[in-house]
């Protein structure tokens, strides 16, 4: 009997290139172990006349990835991310054409969205910054009066890009710096009141734009931090969290993404410079508690997901906030940490979960 296939759904970059091949070919390899045959496709490769899909296989043997047509998987991972462009709306048309596909997960709402559903639920809404949609310079003044720091940040934007770091900067204004949308690193400048508006116009922050309240997170050298933690349901069906890991920003860096020149560090040892061991347990049993509130929720407003990743701040106090989440998570900050046991487990969940969906749809 022929294995079971997961179709990893993604997005062709321009030029035709596909973002995470290197996870995928780890996806392959991982599934030929339990028994799941995975290949990776995207809704341009859909032959509609045949109804099925010139698909990418990896093949161990030759170490490269090469193209077969096959019928429809049996089950979809959807790693697609969003592209303002027409390829995400030839996502939404593939979901729309074929809803009797079995998906693992769920599109959710941008940045904007998720913090307002988010803002609802009255356990998770402590651990929240102020965020609010960017309208005005105006408005981002007077969110400057009540926050001494500031974060203005694109709805939509993945990877650190286009990120300004905003700070009130004693009698001489504000201090701005950041990156640009391709990620090169903006270079510092102070602006008053007056100017601050003037030099932001040039970044069309109007609609796509939103503030949220800064917390302080820089360490003793300067560079930001923050922490990434994987919640993964398991090959059960049931949420588990699957490991947490630090982030550090580049030199200069307003940002801690490993994209954008950032390094990872294990929680614990990156706890350790600031809090005790007994605090360090409670911050990490918040987290833990935050993730499940979290995805409890949202399951129960969009249906069922298969992953999700949630970017944590510590502030100097111990206290936790939930800076935003991402649905379609990498996971080798795990790799970089050298915790290889997590950074395996962060791969295989996603195939047993497939594999656990389609024994409760057999039945």
Avoid at 149 to 177: A, C, F, H, M, S
């Amino acid at each position: 009997m022929a294995n079971p296939v997961l179709g990893v759904m993604t997005l062709y970059l321009e030029g035709g290139r596909i973002e995470e091949l290197p996870y995928f070919r780890k996806l392959s390899e991982a599934g030929e172990k339990l028994g799941l045959t995975v290949f990776v496709f995207t809704p341009e490769d859909v032959e509609e006349s045949s109804k099925q899909i010139r698909a990418w296989v990896f093949d161990k043997n030759e170490g490269r990835w090469g193209r077969k047509l096959s019928p429809f998987p049996d089950i979809i991972y959807d790693r697609c991310r969003f592209q303002r462009n027409y390829r995400f709306r030839l996502l939404r048309k593939f979901r729309s054409d074929y809803p009797q596909l079995i998906y693992m997960s769920r599109p959710l709402l941008h940045k904007w969205g998720i913090h307002q559903l988010l803002s609802k639920n009255r356990q998770i809404r402590p651990y929240l910054p102020e965020t609010l949609a960017y309208h005005s310079a105006s408005e981002l003044l007077r969110m400057l009066e009540r926050h001494s720091l500031v974060y203005v940040k694109p709805i939509d934007g993945t990877g650190g890009r286009g990120i300004l770091r905003i700070e009130r900067w004693g009698n001489r204004g504000y201090r701005v710096q950041g990156r640009e949308r391709s990620r090169k690193i903006i270079a510092p400048f102070i602006a008053t009141r007056d100017q601050l508006g003037i030099r932001l116009s040039k970044w069309k922050l109007v609609p796509r734009y939103l503030m949220q309240q800064g917390i302080r997170i820089a360490l003793r050298d300067g560079r930001v931090h923050d922490f990434r933690l994987l919640i993964q349901k398991n090959g059960s069906g049931q949420w588990e969290v699957t490991g947490s890991a630090g982030r550090v920003g580049g030199k200069h860096s307003v940002t801690s993404n490993l994209h954008g020149g950032g390094s990872a560090v294990p929680t614990k040892r990156l706890l350790r410079t600031r809090f005790s061991e007994g605090k360090i347990g409670d911050i990490e049993a918040d987290m833990e508690r935050l993730a499940h509130l979290v995805v409890t929720y949202l399951e129960r407003q969009f249906g069922s997901l298969c992953e999700l990743a949630l970017d944590i701040a510590v502030d100097e106090n111990g206290r936790i906030w939930l800076l935003e989440i991402n649905p379609k998570p990498a996971r080798e900050v795990f790799s970089r940490t050298g915790e290889k046991d997590v950074y395996r487990t962060a791969i295989n969940r996603p195939l047993e979960y497939a594999l656990h969906l389609l024994k409760q749809n057999s039945k």
